[in-house]
């Protein structure tokens, strides 16, 4: 079984510029998970996405951070502009369903913002 | 919002001893799942506790879920320099996701 796919693995900007990120997840997989990890932390969700409705993005800076999930499959988070602060690591991971599922985490995008 | 803390930050064991971290919420939990990262990986699954008190084992590792459903342990017996990483807990939230713990780092001197 193919795991979640995610795109580019490294990515360095200058701050003010934009970025985007791709993943893909784990066929069959309704629930799909953004998560921000910044050094020597947890994961933070960013956003769910259940199929291609939104779930919760509670704590995502929607000023500057958008994501998509169109066809319910694969999903793009993009940051537009960057801030020093967005340096993290960009997990996405995806699970069966909603709730008491074990998610599946892919290998993540270091951003480094300068 | 909903917080789940975790403690130690980090754990320094000789090979051989044991290893416990603790996970605390200031609220109920549906559930709570653990994870292990590696250095540089990605958080792995280890195991979900769901039912008030359970215990659950995997060969080394003992997980415990607490009675009122707001702590929960996990203990690794004799450690192995191949349990050094990263464990997370994740409390089960109200949209159905997880809120992450930030972690006990474990190192294992051989």
Redesign the interface.
Known sequence: EAGVAQSPRYKIIEKRQSVAFWCNPISGHATLYWYQQILGQGPKLLIQFQNNGVVDDSQLPKDRFSAERLKGVDSTLKIQPAKLEDSAVYLCASSLDRGRYEQYFGPGTRLTVT | GQQVM?IPQYQHVQEGEDFTTYCNSSTTL??I?WYKQRPG?????LI?L?KSGEVKKQKRLTFQFGEAKKNSSLHITATQTTDVGTY?C?G??S?????????TKLSVKP
Request: aromatic share 12%.
């Open positions: 975790q549906s559930n799942q990986g990605h958080p792995v699954f979900q769901v997370f994740a089960g939230g949209q159905g996701n997880l809120i992450f713990g930030k972690g």
